[in-house]
């Protein structure tokens, strides 16, 4: 995880040699291993690139990096697969030295269409005055933009700053493609022209009409000196991930499941479906390939081969390097089940499971490891999730009892909820700005933040997860149809419109959620990594029929998800296999927690920054 900004500036009045406080603030939390700042000028044009590197893989490379032509690259992003990287190198110095190498547009684009990972970059073409940036094909990675002084300025960043709203509000680069601008051109016309580089399947004919209609959605949020075309030569990226199979079953699907869609959910009940060959087989096909997704996912960092004087850490001593959004849900049990197959047997694995105190004003226990938390039952023992991650932990010490699970309990006041989503979180969740996204963004940066208290035989004590690594099972629901919104949509318009659906949630996720949880999550100079969202992953949920994927008529706890659930039983698990699925707003109980009355899609208005007045006082409260 990195944070990368590079600010560009068409008038001398407007040129600068520091990015203001804030924003310089915000990038060096994602990034607390190193940071840069460099300044490139031309003769009407100035661009100051900012670089601050979470270091997790091979030789810290400060970034930005520059070559002897000029070129300057900023990346944020992990290369698991496409591009070869071997385990001591750097990803950065890579990806940059193909990119030096390269003087045509096809190129580049076929660099960014083999990386499997997660991406976001920043690159200054020195030789011909151009800027590229862009997210990956599902924008796993932020990337903002601002524009501003009537298209004397913009700014591009990986996170924003506080704003009051109008011209100067933040935005998310849309994950349609690749970005670029001719800056001398739009140094000497007063227009930014954005050429767009689109993602296509290399399948797909007759798309202008597609990508017409997207540069349209780009352009409508956009001040009217920017403008989005399509690029000149008419060249794309090749899409990460095949068509989703849209095919419809011979049969009713209520003919495959007559036997046990009346009947309580049990793991009998799913233990049916791997009586069927080609269901088992399908079944232990994902496992293996979402077993490699996790092993990337975990391997891929650095880890500490000091030993102590002695030569002998003892496994209690030792720090966990990865953690785990965990609710005790099927998603975060699954990817913990397979995280256990892949880390060291003697590296803890911090399982991070939040809860909000919907009365309480006690602050969580501070990290003096001296002190004591109280150990009498709390409000927060009976939140869902706190229920359910607790069950969940049970089963874990169950496949793995040699396993040291951290169970990390984060227990959060309405004090300090209404404190830090003041002064830290409100600006990691814009410029999104519903009910949903604070709840979700405020719950996950608690969560990920890592701070609160473990059961010991000793009694509760005080505990700082330590790793910069956060699984998390984002886009399970989204392919599996999770939600209650495909079933209500299989009910009332059959399979082809869940197959639409689905099909629609991956297209939106990047601006739906994964911006705003980078942002968040890398608040802490941690980075998130998304086993679901891995490429052979969704490719191969992609190629199965959506039958073998989810069967809504059957009841909640089974229908949903169902190869997940399957894959869980043969993994070993048992209760948890049949949890229906729970959002995290309400598993944590921070939903309604301030409001009752109001709904997830509302405008919130604790996200909005009211006055300059205010700014000003959180500014000092933050430092």
């Not at 009713?252 to 309580?264: D, F, G, M, V």
């Amino acid at each position: 995880m990195c944070g990368i900004c590079c600010s560009v500036s068409f008038s001398v009045e407007h040129f600068k040699k520091d990015l203001e406080d804030d924003l310089l603030y915000n990038l060096k939390r994602r990034g607390p291993d190193s940071g840069k700042q460099l300044l490139k000028s031309a003769v009407n044009y100035q661009c100051l690139f900012s670089g601050h590197v979470l270091h997790l893989r091979g030789v810290l490379t400060t970034q930005p990096v520059e070559d002897e032509r000029g070129n300057v690259f900023l990346w944020n992003g992990e290369v698991f697969g496409g591009v070869k990287i071997e385990t001591e190198e750097n990803d950065t110095q890579i990806m940059f030295k193909y990119l030096s190498s390269y003087n045509s547009e096809a190129d580049i684009l076929s660099l960014f269409s083999e990386v499997q990972g997660p991406w976001s970059f920043i690159y200054y073409q020195a030789s011909s005055h151009y800027l590229w940036f862009g997210r990956d094909f599902f924008g796993r990675r932020s990337l903002l933009w601002q524009f501003s002084n009537l298209g004397k300025s913009f700014c591009i960043s990986s996170v924003g700053t506080q704003t009051s709203g109008g011209t100067k509000q933040w935005q998310e680069v849309p994950a349609a493609g690749i970005f670029r601008i001719d800056l001398k051109s739009a140094a000497s016309s007063s227009c930014v022209i954005l050429n767009l580089y689109p993602w296509k399947h290399i399948s797909e004919e007759n798309v202008m009409e597609e990508h017409v209609h997207v540069r349209t959605q780009i352009s409508a949020d956009l001040p009217t000196f920017v403008s989005v075309v399509m690029n000149e030569a008419k060249l794309y990226l090749a899409k990460p991930v095949i068509p989703l199979n849209t095919t419809s079953p011979q049969a009713p699907l209520e003919t495959h499941c007559r036997k046990i869609s009346s009947a309580p959910p049990t793991k009998e009940t799913l233990q049916v479906f791997l009586t069927d060959g080609h269901m088992k087989r399908v079944v232990h096909q994902f496992i293996e390939v979402l077993s490699v997704a996790v092993r990337r996912r975990v391997l891929y960092l650095l880890r500490d081969k000091t030993l102590p004087p002695d030569g002998v850490l003892k496994t209690c001593d030792r720090k966990a390097n990865v953690a785990i959004l965990f609710s005790g849900g099927i998603d975060s049990m699954v990817i913990a089940t397979l995280a256990d197959r892949h880390i060291p047997l003697d590296e803890p694995i911090d399982l991070l499971n939040v809860a909000f105190m919907v009365k309480g004003k006690t602050m969580p226990p501070r990290l003096d490891h001296r002190e004591t938390p109280s150990e009498e039952p709390s409000e927060n023992d009976s939140a869902p999730d706190r229920i359910t991650g607790r069950a969940g932990l049970k089963e874990l010490r169950t496949v793995n009892p040699s396993r040291v699970w951290n169970f990390v309990e984060i227990n959060v006041s309405m004090e300090e909820l209404q404190k830090l989503r003041r002064t830290q979180i409100r600006h990691l969740v814009q410029p999104l700005d519903t009910v949903l996204d604070d709840s979700i963004g405020c719950a996950v940066w608690f969560a990920s933040r890592g701070t609160g208290c473990l059961a010991t035989p000793d009694g509760a004590k005080s505990y700082q997860s330590s790793a910069k690594v956060i699984l998390t099972g984002i886009g399970a629901d989204e392919q599996l149809a999770g939600y209650s919104r495909h079933r209500v949509r299989f009910q009332r318009l059959g399979l082809e419109a869940l197959n639409e659906e689905i099909a629609m949630e991956l297209g939106r996720i990047s601006s739906r959620n994964l911006g705003r949880d980078d942002r968040v999550i890398g608040d802490h100079g941690k980075e998130t990594r998304f086993p679901f969202l891995d490429e052979n992953v969704v490719c191969f949920l992609n190629s199965l029929p959506i039958w073998e994927k989810a069967n809504l008529t059957l009841p909640r706890g089974i229908g949903e998800k169902l190869i997940l659930r399957l894959a869980a039983v043969e993994l070993g698990l048992t209760a948890s296999a049949l949890l229906p699925k729970r959002a995290m707003q309400f598993g944590s109980r921070i939903a309604k927690m301030e409001n009752s009355k109001e709904k997830a899609s509302d405008k919130c208005g604790r996200l909005q920054v009211i006055s300059l007045e205010n700014l000003s006082f959180e500014k000092e409260t933050k430092s």
